[in-house]
């Protein structure tokens, strides 16, 4: 018997299928949008972090940054509070 392309392709697919049936629950926390969990909310989070201050010191939110961008006079309200 001669292996071919579309056999592989179906045992990879049978494996990958396997796979993610075994672990749906850790999968599904990476790609649900509403989780912190979530693979691109942590990394945008991770990379605006060391954006914001050249430091890993977790301090970044990209929904808090995007709150202070649409709110301008209300930070500097608070800004002026606390100091």
């Known amino acids: 018997m001669r292996v071919d392309g579309l056999m592989v392709l179906t045992g990879a697919a049978i494996v990958g299928g396997y796979l993610l049936y075994r672990n749906a629950a850790a999968i599904g926390d990476k790609v649900n949008p509403t989780s912190t969990n979530n ?7 991770a990379v605006g972090d060391i954006l914001n201050d050249g430091g890993d010191n ?23 509070l606390f100091q």
């Not at 693979?39 to 989070?45: A, C, L, P, S, T």
């Not at 977790?58 to 002026?80: C, K, M, Y």
């Open 58 to 80: 977790d301090n970044f939110s990209l929904g808090a940054w995007l709150w202070e961008i649409t709110h301008p006079e209300q930070v500097r309200a608070e800004q002026e």
């Open 39 to 45: 693979i691109v909310y942590q990394g945008v989070n």
